[in-house]
């Protein structure tokens, strides 16, 4: 190995976990579903109605 590298095992026995600053809790299952269809450019006349049946939480 070159000078200067870490190998992969050296940095799972440090306790690095690669996390960064946001590296926070997951979000909720389902969490962003409404926003994420929004942003593909559906409309809550469109929305409404899959939460209504549960096709979406």
């Known amino acids: ?7 992969r ?3 799972r026995r440090s306790g690095s976990t ?5 590296s926070g ?4 299952a389902a969490a962003h579903t409404e926003e994420v269809l ?3 450019g559906h409309d809550w006349t469109e929305i409404g109605p899959l ?3 549960g096709a979406i939480a």
């Open 18 to 22: 690669g996390g960064g600053p946001n």
């Open 1 to 7: 190995m070159r000078p200067g590298r870490t190998s």
């Open 38 to 40: 929004l942003e593909l």
């Open 25 to 28: 809790p997951a979000p909720e």
């Open 9 to 11: 095992s050296s940095a």
């Open 51 to 53: 939460k209504g049946v």
